[in-house]
């Protein structure tokens, strides 16, 4: 077993613990329908689990993407459909350009564009 195994079976287990404490305490699983302040509640609660003391090196950076899979679960990203609707005549750079806003644009801010 390799080391980062070691680690990230860890933080697999304190997320897992944090989620078994959430679901008692709530009577309701975590999921991403849950309202946004829920969310943050139990953002900040697997946060607080960090399981290997000091926050560095390869045991952080293992905590670190296990939170980012934990994140994508709750906070989803969105699909931007805008893009797909009215990109006949856009550039691939701006394609890629609005493809990666966070909000999706609407017709009327395509007037320059098309």
């Not at 090196?57 to 905590?63: A, E, F, H, I, T």
């Not at 969105?78 to 609707?85: D, S, W």
């Amino acid at each position: 077993m390799k080391a980062s195994d070691s680690w990230k079976a860890r933080a697999h287990k304190a997320i897992a613990e944090m989620y078994e404490q959430w679901a008692d305490v709530n009577h309701t699983l975590p999921s991403p329908f849950l309202p946004e302040g829920e969310k943050q509640r139990l953002w900040l609660m697997i946060k607080k689990a960090y399981p290997f003391g000091q926050r560095e090196n390869w045991p952080y950076k293992v905590w670190c993407a296990e939170l980012r899979k934990v994140k994508a679960f709750l906070w989803p990203p969105a699909v931007n459909l805008a893009v797909g609707l009215f990109d006949e005549g856009l550039s691939d750079g701006k394609r890629r350009v609005l493809a990666n806003t966070p909000n999706a644009p609407v017709k009327s801010q395509f007037k320059d564009i098309l």
